[in-house]
T-cell receptor
Framework: QKEVEQDPGPLSVPEGAIVSLNCTYS??????FMWYRQYSRKGPELLMY????GNKEDGRFTAQVDKSSKYISLFIRDSQPSDSATYLC???????????FGRGTQLTVWP | GAVVSQHPSWVICKSGTSVKIECRSL??????MFWYRQFPKQSLMLMAT?????????EQGVEKDKFLINHASLTLSTLTVTSAHPEDSSFYIC????????????FGEGSRLTVL
């Protein structure tokens, strides 16, 4: 079993839709969770960083962590064509520990 | 956020030659940097952890003699692909943790290597 599981998609939505991206993880020691956005042929860009369970909101993006079910989510409100990218979830057990990535979900937002 | 610079962004070389990729932390110091490899439509595969002033730690299955890593200073790590072959063609990305105590991981822009 991989440390972090993520449906690769692809996911295609119309502009303005609410997007829900999800991951599950198996390591109960994970405390820190991140979401990265990666455009084609570019390095990943850190979108959201959360600690333990709960929600974190930043503009149109909301990250949610449910440690009881080992489930992490990223919601994108009012999605835009510029949000079209691959979204990678990741988790780790400590601040300097190894980061485990999901496979990434490819999202396309069409106008 | 913190800036990690990677160079070159793309390189084409002949089979049998060596290629060096540089990774620099521009506005912070990094005693540790990570090197990843990414195949098309796949996730990031951790190759090795680069440690300033000591030997790199390689992941299982990664050839140490093929992928030479040097962490010369607190802001520079290099990855050298030695005697490159077409199967080494890939997207190589470095990253570094910044912002204690959270240790958020920032990535370079990546280097696309094509071996002919």
């Amino acid at each position: 079993q991989k440390e972090v599981e993520q449906d690769p998609g692809p996911l295609s939505v119309p502009e303005g839709a609410i997007v829900s991206l999800n991951c599950t993880y198996s390591n109960s020691a994970f405390q820190y969770f991140m979401w990265y956005r990666q455009y084609s042929r570019k390095g990943p860009e850190l979108l959201m960083y959360t600690y333990s369970s709960g929600n974190k909101e930043d503009g149109r993006f909301t990250a949610q962590v449910d440690k009881s079910s080992k489930y992490i989510s990223l919601f994108i409100r009012d999605s835009q064509p510029s949000d079209s990218a691959t979204y990678l979830c990741a988790g780790r057990g400590s601040t300097l520990g190894r980061l485990y990535f999901g496979r990434g979900t490819q999202l396309t937002v069409w106008p | 956020g913190a800036v990690v610079s990677q160079h070159p962004s793309w390189v084409i070389c002949k089979s049998g030659t060596s290629v060096k990729i540089e990774c620099r932390s521009l506005d912070f110091q990094a005693t540790t940097m990570f090197w990843y490899r990414q195949f098309p439509k796949q996730s990031l595969m951790l190759m090795a952890t680069s440690n300033e002033g000591s030997k790199a730690t390689y992941e299982q299955g990664v050839e140490k003699d093929k992928f030479l890593i040097n962490h010369a200073s607190l802001t520079l790590s290099t990855l050298t692909v030695t005697s490159a072959h077409p199967e080494d063609s890939s997207f190589y990305i470095c990253s570094a943790p910044a912002g204690a105590p959270t240790g958020e991981l920032f990535f370079g822009e990546g280097s696309r290597l094509t071996v002919l």
